[in-house]
């Protein structure tokens, strides 16, 4: 059984010890659909303050819904469309303060304010993106994207392949 504590004093530690914590959730296991959903269950244990995390994969070139904690979500998203299609299309962190005033924002959840989208980038291909939401608008900083960007980072290997996965079952 894993029982991580993570209880820090500020956001870059709480964000060091999440990031420790799943690496080493993760060490060893190939499967990266296990290895999302436990980093998507860890991520909704650790940080406060949020009502959706979980990843979509790149399959084929349209994001389609892995691992998640929370409320049911949109199964398929174009690259383009939305935030999280935003941050797949241009391979950059999409940071919204408030998405009902984003272009184009698909509202899976309309308790959902903010959101933090970050690309997952094996090389320089994209296998998903790793997604927040929040009801509190602007509960994401840049203290936030440095951190997930750095989750993304360090376990892009282990969530790797996913573009090669089957879409059904």
């Not at 060893?28 to 406060?48: F, Q």
């Not at 389609?64 to 299309?89: D, K, N, S, Y």
């Not at 291909?125 to 960007?149: I, N, Q, W």
């Amino acid at each position: 059984m894993y029982d991580f504590k993570i209880d820090a004093a500020d956001k870059a530690s709480l964000y060091r010890e999440l990031i420790d914590a799943a690496d080493a959730l993760t060490a060893g296991e190939p499967d990266p659909i296990a290895n999302m959903a436990n980093v998507a269950a860890l991520i909704w244990e650790a940080l406060p303050d949020l009502n959706w995390v979980g990843f979509y994969r790149n399959v084929g070139g349209e994001l389609v819904l892995g691992p998640f904690q929370g409320r049911p979500a949109c199964i398929r998203i174009p690259f383009g469309r939305g935030v999280c299609g935003a941050a797949a299309a241009t391979l950059e962190p999409q940071c919204v303060d408030d998405v009902h005033a984003f272009p184009g924002h698909i509202a899976c959840d309309a308790a959902s304010r903010a959101e933090l989208v970050v690309p997952i980038l094996v090389g320089c291909a994209l296998v998903g993106v790793l997604d927040l939401d929040s009801p509190t608008p602007g509960r994401f900083d840049k203290e936030d994207e440095r951190g997930c960007l750095e989750l993304a980072q360090r376990l892009s290997g282990r969530l790797g392949g996913m573009e090669k996965m089957p879409a059904e079952g």
